[in-house]
């Protein structure tokens, strides 16, 4: 299976970037790089190809799931997998992701401790 | 050697506990803040010239931002009354509300969220969510 080394991670919100950051790069195996918009995002992502987006769902401007259009409709974004990071968790809201071709939802609020593992799971699933 | 894994976990919790601890102090800076934003917006649902779609727009999203980040920090209960705000002000949006509904409507929810904010900024900082936990526990949400 593909190893899991690069991250995007894409929230507004500079308290969630830094633990995200935290989170995921305390074993220091994933290379994890924070933006505070979608089109920074994208801008990034065009810079340096991440394995995996982690998204925020409701982002001024370009929200979460208006990012992952602009990812899959950009050719060299288009397979990229795309995880939303939400406290949007209704079943109805966990259907229209996975319909817009989220990858995954990881749930906020997230424990810190165990984010890698759901990523890496949520990898797993999509790789295995 | 065998204790390995558990000793390098329990390095990490101690960072990241660390860590949280300290983006506390600077959440709890901005829940005076948001508390005054949010007031702002929902006392401007009483007068006459609001734009009442917007203004509950920026209200979800603010309630939204607290809902999903406050647990985090130790602030479960103030979650839960943002994320009450929050669904308030969406069905609001949702409904089509007018600014003068949509102040009665949001009125439990905002006095309940502002309430949760106030105890926070006057009670003693609590611990990070994992602080307090062993490894592997589920978020603490009420």
Not at chain 2, 23 to 33: E, H, N
Not at chain 2, 62 to 67: C, D, G, I, S, T
Not at chain 2, 96 to 114: E, K, M, N, T, V
């Amino acid at each position: 299976m593909r190893q899991l080394r690069s991250v995007l991670y894409v929230d507004d919100e500079p308290d969630i970037r830094e633990i995200v950051a935290l989170a995921l790069g305390l074993d220091g195996t994933l290379a994890v790089r924070t933006c505070e918009s979608g089109v920074s995002a994208i801008a990034a992502a065009l810079e340096r190809l991440p394995d995996l987006v982690l998204l925020d769902v409701m982002m001024p401007d370009l929200d979460g799931p208006a990012t992952l259009a602009r990812f899959r409709a950009e050719p060299t974004l288009a397979s990229v997998p795309v995880v939303f990071v939400t406290a949007k968790t209704m079943p109805s809201e966990l259907q229209r992701f996975g319909a817009l071709g989220a990858a995954g939802v990881i749930s906020k609020p997230f424990d810190p401790m165990r984010l890698l593992e759901q990523v890496r799971i949520i990898w797993e699933r999509i790789h295995g | 050697m065998a204790d390995a894994p558990q000793d390098d976990r329990q390095r990490r919790t101690g960072i990241l506990a660390g860590q949280l601890a300290a983006l506390g102090g600077a959440f709890r800076t901005r829940l005076a803040r948001d508390r005054e934003a949010l007031g702002g917006e929902y006392a401007a649902l009483a007068g006459a010239d609001v734009d009442a779609p917007a203004s509950l727009k920026r209200i979800e999203l603010a309630a939204h931002k607290l809902h999903g980040t406050a647990a985090m920090f130790g602030y479960a209960e103030l979650g839960e009354a943002a994320g009450r705000l929050e669904r308030a002000a969406r069905e609001a949006l949702q409904a089509g509300a007018g600014a003068q509904a949509a102040h009665a409507a949001l009125a439990r929810a905002h006095a309940g969220l502002a309430t949760e904010i106030d105890v926070a900024l006057v009670a003693p900082p609590p611990e990070p969510s994992i602080a307090s936990r062993g490894p592997g526990s589920p978020p603490q949400t009420k």
